[in-house]
């Protein structure tokens, strides 16, 4: 083995401070120099940061619509924003400035339009016609508060209910008031005393649109009269109201109440209700009112030609169902079903087979919006089964605890993960298709695959296919299977390292070329698994133990034993390891009963059924170390190649070889320096080893232990952060903070200044900004790789930077990224029928540059961002050749080496919100975006970059929003994306019949304009609302124009779709010179603002 020679580390380290310290002269000279050997192409035009589609399930729901015949749904959020969900791939997302919660959503069905109603009292008008739908109009209300809004089928005028109980008229066209108001004390007159509280319902009679019923909080309903205006009706009740739903005939209708029950009405009988109902009171004996229930706070109605009405309401449960979770009722005839949910209802819709209120409904599903899910359930069937959900909604099914994302992936990998995720399905969904269908898919113009996997605080890894802008769920692997669950409270684990959650993933480290997948969850444990189509059952779990501890030298000992100190590497002689045990470790407290030698977890030790996917091929666990518990692991790495998996923490690093299942190394981090520690700090010798058995001997001579089960202790050394050191040499950095492990690459590098050809090695880096390499001599592949140990030397600093290190990768000499070696994937539960010569060939590194060959007198490159500075180092020579200061006032949070556009770049995202990009080598920079303040630990624990100038984040606990840096992205973003509206004819309206039309016993029509427009009502108070334009765009003012309008519009619908999209702006003008002259002159201007803009101007 190659001695370590404190000299050269020495050099490396005078090098690098003199290129730092060297005149700008000199540095520009050598940058010119090596800029001409590396052609750079990135320039900054080649980027552009922009978002692109956020999937996931709405964060804190609290609005839904649906469009039947466009079959479109919408859901608001109590923090403005807007999800819309067509057929399974197409999705939108938008966001209302002010960020007010959403309380209602009303589609203009058929039109392409959509109206939101905000808490902060605004009205806004979207064009859905266009791929990223905009504000049209909007409309704040300055004096009343909104509580409900409705807009009849086919209708431009929109009623809108306030707290004040009023009810004011807009003009869905030109967005104005309508002189016309129905105010509350009209409406009630002499009925009550008091006032009738907050308007809760308006709807109109389905057979006569001039009669309107209004619902006040209070219980009061009227039915109202436009033409007339006065109330036909009054409906008193003394319960508060909640909702009120029509039967189609219009001769009755349903209340549902606070106290647990449903009134249904005959019009015409005002003075008591036709029919009371408790769906879910206990009748009493003696005719006495059943006992009150929870509130029912919504009621539908709807019939079927063929058979009894649907009554589905959702709450109205017993208060003794202490517990029970929230529940949707679907009363059928005699028959009543209570549908348990796993969350509370926010809204439920019933989907029906036709868009007029005045023909037979015909439900086929209801559509469930839930706090944290939605839900559709399939009325056509026996046992209302729900249909299998297709968009991916389910991200926080656990919530997200970390997140990695791979573009240009191998393109076997996506069916592979596929074909194993098949068999988890669950069966027993609805047969049907899913009825939410609208809208049609963009072009795909990215060929690439694309992977996110997320990690979860209940263990669990899902891999989604994320290719084209969708995102589709591929695989889940349940990491928390492997041990042992407590059966009751009192028998609680050893997981005192957090209160909750023990299995939660921290890190991912995979490598998708081997298909390896190693993770580092909460509990400072490590499991690496191996991809297999084959089901198996592992008998006994292989899992190690490791003492992973810190310590700085105390001066006195305080055990009286001597021990042979540990000789420190970095001084001449190989680095130290222990034998691992070869039997589990039995010992849970030291003498002076601490709690040791113990890990946080329990493994399994019954066999486990694997199946097909991931299957474990070795547990890591830390265990407690005298009464402290072990830290939890900062940074992880696996590399197929060379078998190894390393991991670190404050306290310091192990390596582990898993196909021998020994651990190798297993140093503090002050032990990585040797007696080239900055600090000073001295490891402190080994007291009285508290392991039952376990000596001291040389790495060399550590022969590998075959067992399943085996410990690795080293010195035993207590947390410098609960004990007080009294040595002097901690005197130079703050006793609380630790150097922790905070980066780690495995790669075929130079790591000495004379190196003649590059070896395996690991990098590691810390968080005072230091890079240190271990060299790794491997034996020969075959047989010889299982049964000859691995050798592991430390080889000291390489160099320093400001902050903690972050990303470290390496390039050829043509400027090329020098991936880490990997071995193909193949299937390991079959016997290889191949020649054991080819196993050692697959042990090379793979590079993705021209020139895969290391010649002896071509050079590297090493690539090291940390929180503060990026360095290229020029290797065998470690010169520092290029550096950039990234941020002085602030902190990387991510950095990570891409490729883009054939060539590769630094992309960083700080804690102040910026984006930056730096070409390399010479760390020019590109691009510099202020994007996203850090404004919670989410973003920084999720935010990631990878190939091909994508990134994403976690923006809420529910949702990943997936973000561009590339300006080819963003140009053919708009081609990408789904079209939400596509043209459909509107059905036919239901037949009247020659009876019903010759005694006049149909539907009563309307004339609306008549009766609101400004000529009959006159104009609103101008101090009741402001009208506020939107910024709709050209294609807003070709949707208002096409099809936001009355009747003449509807009728050049048909020219409109027929691929007349902006060039033909001309007739679309004329088509509004028909509209309100309001309305024509606003379009117009819009029109000329922007006929020579571009899309991406708006």
Known sequence: ??????????????????????????????????????????QSEHFQLCKTVRHGFPY????????????????????????????????????????????????????????????????????????????????????????????????????????????????????????????????????????????????????????????????????????????????????????????????????????????????????????????????????????????????????????????????????????????????????????????????????????????????????????????????????????????????????????????????????????????????????????????????????????????????????????????QVLYKLKTAKVFEKSRNKDDKPNTDIVDEDPYAIQIISWCPESRMLCIAGVSAHVIIYRFSKQEVTTEIIPMLEVRLLYEINDMESPD???????????????????????????????????????????????????????????????????????????????????????????????????????????????????SNDPYRREPRSPRKSRQPSGGLCDINEGAAVPEDRCKSPTSDVKDNSFSRSRSSSVTSIDKESREAISALHFCETFTRKNDTSPSPCLWIGTTLGTVLVIVLNLPPGGEQRLLQPVIVSPSGTILRLKGAILRMAFLDTTGSLVPPAHEPWREHNVPEDKDEKDKSKKRRPVSVSPSSSQEISENQYAVICSEKQAKVISLPSQNCIYKQNITETSFVLRGDIVSLSNSICLACFCANGHIMTFSLPSLRPLLDVYYLPLTNMRIARTFCFTNNGQALYLVSPTEIQRLTYSQETCENLQEMLGELFTPVETPEAPNRGFFKGLFGGGAQSLDREELFGESAAGKASRSLAQHIPGPGGIEGVKGAASGVVGELARARLALDERGQKLGELEEKTAAMLYSADSFSKHAHEMMLKYKDKKWYQF
């Open 1 to 42: 083995m190659r001695k370590f020679n404190i000299r050269k580390v020495l050099d490396g380290l005078t090098a690098v401070s003199a290129a730092a310290s060297a005149s700008s002269a000199a540095q520009q000279q050598q940058a010119g120099n090596r800029e001409t050997e590396i052609q750079e192409t990135l």
């Open 60 to 471: 804190q729901p609290s609005a839904l619509a649906f469009d039947p015949v466009q079959k479109i749904l919408a859901i608001g959020t109590q923090t403005g924003a807007l999800r819309l969900f067509g057929r399974p791939g197409v999705e939108c997302y938008c966001q209302h400035d002010s960020g007010a919660a959403v309380i209602q959503l009303q589609f203009l069905i058929n039109e392409g339009a959509l109206v939101s109603a905000l808490a902060d009292d605004t009205l806004h008008l979207w064009n859905l016609r266009q791929k990223r739908p905009a504000i049209l109009h909007s409309l704040k209300f300055n004096r009343e508060r909104i509580t409900f809004c409705h807009l009849p089928f086919q209708s431009k005028w929109l009623y809108v209910g306030t707290e004040r109980g009023n009810i004011h008229i807009v003009n869905v066209e030109s967005f104005t008031l309508s002189g016309y108001v129905i105010m509350w004390n009209k409406a009630i007159e002499l009925s009550s005393k008091s006032h009738p509280g907050p308007i809760v319902h308006i709807s109109d009679n389905p057979m006569d649109e001039g009669k309107l019923l209004i619902g006040f909080e209070s219980g009061t309903v009227v039915l109202w009269d436009l033409k007339s205006k006065k109330a036909d009706y009054r409906y008193t009740h003394d319960e508060a109201i909640h909702s009120v739903a029509w039967h189609h005939e219009g001769k009755q209708f349903i209340c549902s109440h606070s106290d647990g029950t449903l009134t249904i009405w005959n019009v015409k009988s005002p003075t008591k209700p036709f029919q009371t109902i408790t769906p879910h009171g206990k009748q009493l004996k003696d005719g006495k009112k059943p006992e009150p229930c929870k509130p029912i706070l919504k009621v539908e109605y709807k019939t079927t030609r063929a058979g009894e009405p649907f009554i589905i309401l959702s709450g109205g449960l017993s208060y003794d169902t202490v517990g029970r979770r929230p529940c949707l009722t679907v009363m059928h005839g005699k028959s009543t079903a209570v549908l348990e949910m796993d969350y509370s209802i926010v809204d439920f819709l019933t989907l029906c087979e036709t868009p007029y209120p005045n023909d037979f409904q015909e439900p086929y599903a209801v559509v469930v919006l839930l706090e944290k899910d939605l839900v559709l359930i399939d009325l056509a069937q026996n046992g209302y089964p729900i249909f299998e959900n297709p968009y991916p909604l389910t991200i926080h099914e656990s919530p997200v605890t970390c997140c990695e994302y791979f573009a240009d992936c191998p393109v076997d990998l996506i069916p592979a993960l596929y074909s194993v995720g098949a068999r988890q399905k669950r069966q027993g969904y609805s047969k049907k298709e899913w009825p939410i269908s609208g809208g049609n898919w963009g072009m795909i113009t990215q060929s690439y695959p694309e992977i996110i996997i997320t990690g979860h605080a209940d263990g669990s890894i899902k891999f989604w296919d994320a290719s084209a802008i969708t995102l």
């Open 560 to 674: 009286g034993e001597q021990v042979p100190p540990l000789p420190t590497p970095g001084t001449g002689s190989n680095p130290q390891s222990i034998v691992p045990q070869s039997h589990p470790s039995t010992s849970s407290s030291s003498s002076d009963g601490l709690r040791d030698n113990v890990p946080c977890l329990k493994v399994k030790n019954s066999p486990l059924k694997q199946s097909p996917g991931y299957q474990i091929e070795l547990v890591i666990q830390l265990v407690w170390v005298s009464g402290e518990p072990p830290q939890q692991i900062t940074s992880l790495a696996v590399n197929s190649a060379y078998g190894l998996v390393v991991f670190g923490n404050c306290n310091g690093i192990a390596m582990v070889d898993y196909l021998q299942k020994a651990v190798l190394l297993n140093l503090g981090t002050i032990e990585l320096y040797g």
